[in-house]
Each structure stands twice: as C-alpha cells, then as structure tokens.
C-alpha cells in the first residue's frame, strides 16, 4: 500500500510541472509574426565584385539589384563595414564596434557613399542601387576590401496583439574586392608541413596552407601530384577549384582530395607529393616538394610470413640435404684415400694385407 501511495505522489507531482509548463509557455511565447521579415526576404546581386581602379580615377560607381521576395513592402536601410578574415577556412568578420578604420590599410568603409540612408522596395519587386566609392585615388597602394550591407527593416508587432512577439532583422552583404591602379604587389607562399616523415596509409586528402605575402588579395592556382617509388604517377588533383581569395598579410588552408586509395598489395616504400603552384598575377609556377616513408603493414606482413616459411623449408628440407651431401662427399674422399694408400704398400710389400702382431703374454706375480 505504501508503494502505490509513492507512485500516485510521483504522478501528481509530474502532471503538476507539466501543466505549470505549458501555463508558462502561453504566457511568454515567441511565435513569428506576418509583419516580420524571414531570414530569405531580400535578394542582392551581385554578390561579389572584383573591381581594377583605372590611373588617376578618383570615383567608381557599383550597381546592385534588390529584390524583395515578400508580399508587403520592405525599407531598406543601407551600410558598408571593412571586413577581414576571420580563419584559414576562408570565412570573414566584420568589424563592429571599437574598430578604427584608419588603422586599417586595406579598408574602404569610410570611401563608400550612398545615395539615401535606405530605399522602399514594394513587395515582388526589384529595385536598381548605386554605390559609389569616392576618393580612390587616396587609397594605400594596393588591394582594399569591404562589404555593403542591406538590411530589411521589419516591423513590430500592433499594439492590440496580446501575443509577444520576436521581431528578427538580417542583413544581406555585397563583398568589394578592389585594386588600385598603380603599387600592387603578389606573393604567395605553400606549405604542407602537417605531413609525418612516416606514414602507414597513403594520403587521401592533404592539407596545403597558402600564405599571401603581398599587398593585394589573391588567388592561388596550382596542382598537386603523387609519385610512387618508380616516379609512376599515382593521382593528381587541381588546387582551389573554387577560385577561393587569400586577403593581404592572410593565410588560407586548401583541403585537396588525391584519387588514390591502399591496396593491400601497394609497395611500401619513398613516396614524393609535389605541388606546383602560383599566383593569379604569376607566369610561372613554383615547386614544393615532400617526401615520406610509407609502411604498407599488411604488405610488410606478408613479406614476413614468407620469410619464415622459407626459413623453416630451409631449416627443415635444404639444410639437411646440405648435410647430407657433406658428410657423403667427405666420406667418400675418404674412402679414396684409404684404397689409394692401400694399394701403394701393396706395390712394395707382399704378404696378407692384415699381419697380426704378436704381444707378449703378461706374466703371472709369484704369489
């Protein structure tokens, strides 16, 4: 009885917090409202721009497209912020609050101008932007970076809805990759030093680190290879298919896939990656080559299994074969030596060929 007394307890117990649960839930709930803005309620092309400012041109007009995907008009309040990068992944940061642009030689926040604060797009519809970047002929020597950003402004909730609502703004950004007429310079260098000395599988992806020692953002361009122990080819792969961008003083990592899988019959061995590679702005390719030993285990196992095995057969077959024609080969030298002495003396002496010899007889002690 004290048993089910605890159990009906515990159940009243749960069915209680459930229902303060749910009480709370309708209280305070977060529901999407039809005012609001989703996430995909603004289309911006392009978005990204690759622009080569021409010697002495001082302005530089940008065209973009908006358009707006919902069913009600939006604002659109328009901004710029520099960027920089965030990883060697290749992902972006903006730069909020406490940043100085003037600290930042490669930013152009403070170059872009707009024609309104923001624009009205009616619902369906899209709408022609200008921005403009003034004073370029002031800019550093160089490659300069950033984003302008178009944000959705969404409306609050009325006032007469008894519900709470959460109102969401995002942004949408347009990436400027601009260069200066004059003062550029391109670098660029490789490393793949993550990989071991010694290695027990062959590499199916390698990882190369591309540093941009310029002063421009640029694209590194190049091929990978894997040679066997004969220099046969084993698997090539192109470098940044993706024509991913390295900013100024930034480093990138490149993930590339090689075709080429173990086997448990591959030769171990020296095996060599070579990657050739360069700048966008370059003619000619450099090398980087890295070497490595590759232990096929299963390969090196077998090969020691077959060492034993022959070591046994010989051990137990052929050595004792050797001993055999050894001890058979000395005994029959022997032999021939023996007849050979024999019959010399019987050229000489005559008589039987065994002679018995006469010992003399012990005699007995006197007792």
Do not use: C
């Not at 793949?192 to 290695?199: Q, T």
């Not at 003396?345 to 003399?360: E, L, N, Q």
Request: aromatic share 10%; charged share 10%; proline share 5%.
């Amino acid at each position: 009885m004290k048993y089910k007394g605890h159990v009906a307890a515990t159940a009243y117990f749960l069915a209680l917090v459930s229902f303060i649960g749910l009480l709370g839930t309708s209280l305070v709930s977060a529901q999407p409202t039809s005012n609001s803005t989703p996430s995909n309620g603004i289309r911006v092309t392009p978005a990204i721009m690759q622009v080569q400012l021409q010697p002495k041109q001082n302005s530089l007009n940008l065209n973009y497209s908006i358009t707006n995907l919902t069913n009600q008009p939006l604002a659109i309040s328009l901004g710029a912020r520099d960027f920089g990068a965030f990883s060697q992944n290749g992902s972006i940061t903006l730069f909020g609050s406490g940043y100085n642009p003037k600290t930042n030689p490669h930013g152009i926040q403070t170059n872009v101008t707009f024609p309104a604060s923001r624009v009205v797009i009616p619902a369906n519809e899209t709408q022609q932007v200008t921005v403009t970047i003034q004073n370029a002929t002031k800019l550093a020597p160089g490659g300069h970076y950033g984003a302008v950003l178009f944000s959705p402004q969404s409306p609050l909730a009325t006032a007469g809805n008894t519900n709470n609502h959460v109102s969401l703004n995002t942004s949408v950004g347009g990436l400027i990759f601009l260069t200066t007429a004059y003062g550029g310079t391109y670098g660029i260098s490789a490393s793949m030093s993550h990989l071991s000395r010694i290695m027990f599988n062959l590499p199916s992806s390698t990882y190369l680190v591309f540093d941009n020692t310029g002063n421009t953002q640029t694209i590194p361009q190049g091929q990978l290879t894997l040679y066997g122990p004969r220099s046969e080819v084993l698997g090539t792969q192109v470098v940044n298919t993706s024509s991913g961008l390295i900013l100024s003083g930034g480093s990138r990592i490149f993930q590339v896939q090689l075709p080429m899988q173990d086997k448990w019959y591959t030769l171990p061995g020296i095996y060599h990656l070579k990657l050739e590679y360069k700048d966008s702005k370059d003619a000619d390719f450099k090398t980087l080559n890295q070497t490595f030993l590759y232990i096929n285990w299963k390969m090196v196992l077998l090969i020691l299994a077959a060492f034993v095995l022959i070591v046994y057969f010989f051990n137990k077959v052929v050595w004792k074969l050797l001993k055999k024609l050894v001890y058979f080969r000395v005994r029959r030298r022997k032999l021939k030596s023996i007849a050979n002495t024999q019959h010399g003396s019987d050229a000489i002496f005559s008589g039987p060929k065994v002679m018995d010899v006469a010992r003399p007889k012990r005699q007995k002690k006197p007792q």
